[in-house]
């Protein structure tokens, strides 16, 4: 067993008839860490959290919770709870009733059960709302008792699957950092899992990249940011201008017709390679002093920057810029060695990264926002 891991899968697979959810999963995850699993719907994240939670039993593979395998374990015998995005509470039961569930079940006297549900209310700041009535609570509000009553049996993991998904926009980030908040108060492991990359790198310790039933990379939100894998991560993990490229030797990458300094190095001469450039590290120029030129095809205005299309050789770039310029116009594109990054071929090259289609509403519509679970 590596140091401080609570939870080991091995070698995990699991498939509904022909349909093959998890494959060869091997995954391991350190006591008192937030960690969590992203990716879009169908990825296998959820099954994932179900195995640990004991809800679903793999076809292979095993499940080791410090150091012990427990396949066979039923759920209520492991020492997990699961907060789900419909948080299952008790409408005919008050706050305090809601909360104290899981301890009337244990069986626990009367004056630890009010301390440990005072003091959970206290940590999700509903103090004062014993008496309430769940239908009178707003969603947050709702969402914070669903915590209560999973921490208040003391679980050493929790286990949450999309549990912001039913709330808006500004109370999504507020819970953002009241769980990561609780998470270190209470330093237990919070398993989390969400389709939402933004949410990961704010709250995460490390984030797991799936896709396919297969993880595609793990690290911590910087580096997953900064270094992804393959094509698939780059595009999944904020905006990413993904092209073909040649590495001529170390240091040195072809691409849109030019060459140019980078920092990878180790791959063969003349490899052909995946070369990653995020919106935000490129310099817009006057055309005469760009490494690239182009043609501004699109023009949109984001609040804090312009995020703008544009036309290189048939190419469509994204770039986000303080600087307005407009449709039409002709602009150059400095890129320093550190804005470049550059990645193996992948069975997702060439399928990410060219915004020729790209608009809002048909990236909406290409990631509908799925509540159903992704078997």
């Known amino acids: 067993m590596k140091e401080n891991v609570i ?37 296998g994240k959820t099954t994932t959290l179900r195995i640990i939670a004991g809800f679903i039993n793999p076809d292979e593979g095993e499940v080791i919770f410090e150091g012990k395998k427990i396949n066979n374990l039923p759920p209520h015998k492991r020492q997990v709870n699961t907060i789900f995005q419909r948080y299952a509470l008790f409408p005919h039961l008050n706050v305090y009733e809601n909360v104290a569930f899981g301890l009337r079940v244990r069986k626990l006297p009367e004056k630890e059960i009010k301390e440990t549900v005072e003091e959970m209310l206290t940590l999700v700041n509903l103090k004062g709302f014993n008496k309430r009535n769940i239908n009178s609570l707003s969603g947050g509000q709702q969402q914070r008792v669903a915590i209560a009553r999973a921490l ?11 549990p912001l998904g039913a709330l ?44 396919g039933g297969i993880i595609q990379q793990i690290g911590t939100p910087i580096d997953i940011y900064n270094e992804p894998k393959n094509a698939f991560v780059a595009d999944f993990i904020g905006e990413s201008n ?29 490899e052909q390679v995946d070369v990653v450039v995020r919106p935000e590290d490129v ?46 116009a002709l602009i150059g594109l400095y890129i320093e060695p550190d804005a470049i990054h550059i990645m ?25 926002e799925e509540e159903e679970d992704d078997e």
């Open 7 to 43: 939870i080991e899968l091995k070698n995990v697979s699991v498939s509904y008839g022909d349909n093959q959810v998890l494959k060869d999963l091997n995954l391991y995850i350190r006591d008192k860490e937030f960690i969590t699993l992203l990716g879009p719907s169908g990825c």
């Open 152 to 162: 208040a049996v003391k679980p050493r993991v929790l286990l949450l699957d999309e």
């Open 168 to 211: 808006d926009l500004k109370l999504r980030k507020d819970m953002q950092v009241e769980l990561k908040n609780i998470q270190q108060r209470l330093g237990i492991t919070f398993i989390y899992v969400t389709h939402d990359q933004e949410e990961a790198l704010s709250m995460s310790d490390t984030v797991v990249v799936m896709d």
């Open 242 to 270: 993904i092209l073909d490229g040649i590495m001529l030797k170390d240091l040195y990458v072809q691409f849109s017709g030019q060459k140019f300094v980078c920092l990878d190095k180790g791959f063969a001469v003349n």
């Open 283 to 328: 310099d817009v120029v006057e055309p005469e002093k760009g490494m690239l030129k182009g043609t501004v095809s699109s023009v949109t205005f984001k609040g804090v920057h312009f995020e703008i299309i544009v036309d290189i050789g048939g190419f469509k770039w994204m770039i986000q810029t303080t600087d307005y310029h407009p449709e039409g």
């Open 344 to 368: 193996k071929k992948s069975e997702y090259s060439g399928l990410f990264g060219d915004y020729s289609s790209f608009s809002e509403e048909f990236d909406e519509l290409s990631n509908p």
